[in-house]
């Protein structure tokens, strides 16, 4: 424990700078474990702060310890591109593939139970059984924007609708998530509701961390895919607009050619 001020000041803005390389990605593996240590700090001495939404990466830190968070859009990435460090046929790299997968699934498996009992928690509540939570919820200034006051208001049935889907989901959620076919669904459902947590409650850092735990579900080749994907429907579509812009362009050219015609000298007329 430290009292001065100053000593707070420059441990905080260390913070900050171990934060930034921590996102750009370089030396992936130190900064990991310097951005988990202050992180962690921060939270022990600020917890009175937060909104809940911190305890979760708290947890999901640690696991990323053991991760290779920056195999793609990192200085280390690029730096491993351009010297070709690291054989994928050497015992170490399949090893390290293998604890990174292990860690990827315990941050899944940590999601999937904050759901599930959260869910179960709801269930358990009156007002949430009665469809009435999402009334009382609007009724907390500290926690409710203008847009769920209207919501509330306005559209009673889809305030019910939205309680009962909000438990439903949560518990479905860690079975939905196996199968493959009802993953991009159930997941996307899960982002626009934080998404409405953040917009109608103002919790933007946890609906964030939410979200972004959400994605950490997809593998890289689905990834890959809606890549893939976005890329083909980005080219057909500016095809569209400029097969569109031609012919738009060829009928102006034509209608202008008339225009000077019918204005101009006629030797028939």
């Not at 309680?163 to 009802?182: E, G, M, Q």
């Amino acid at each position: 424990m430290n009292s001065s001020a100053l000593f707070f000041d420059f441990i905080y803005h260390l913070g900050i700078v171990v934060t930034i390389f921590y996102l750009i990605g370089y030396k992936g593996r130190l900064f990991s474990i310097l951005t988990y240590l202050f992180f962690y700090s921060l939270y022990v001495r600020s917890f009175h702060i937060s909104d809940g939404g911190d305890n979760l990466p708290i947890v999901n830190m640690f696991f990323l310890l053991f991760a290779n968070n920056t195999a793609y859009f990192s200085f280390d990435s690029k730096l491993n591109s351009l010297h070709g460090k690291g054989s994928k046929q050497s015992l170490i790299y399949k090893l390290s593939i293998i604890i990174h997968n292990f860690a990827v699934l315990f941050c899944i498996i940590q999601l999937c139970i904050v759901y599930f009992f959260s869910g179960m928690y709801q269930l358990m509540g009156e007002m949430w059984q009665n469809g009435t939570a999402l009334y009382y919820i609007s009724q907390v200034r500290e926690f409710s924007k203008p847009i769920l006051d209207y919501m509330v208001n306005h559209y009673v049935g889809l305030t019910i609708l939205f309680t009962y889907l909000s438990i439903i989901v949560k518990i479905a959620f860690p079975f939905a998530v196996i199968n493959k076919s009802l993953k991009p669904f159930v997941v996307i459902a899960m982002i626009l509701f934080h998404a409405g947590i953040g917009i109608g409650m103002g919790l933007l850092t946890f609906s964030l961390i939410m979200i972004v735990m959400e994605l950490l579900l997809f593998t890289d080749r689905e990834y890959k895919k809606l890549y893939h994907f976005i890329k083909i429907s980005f080219r057909k579509i500016s095809i569209t607009i400029r097969r569109k812009t031609r012919k738009l362009g060829y009928v102006s050219f034509q209608h202008k050619q008339i225009l000077v015609f019918y204005d101009g000298w006629c030797p028939v007329c």
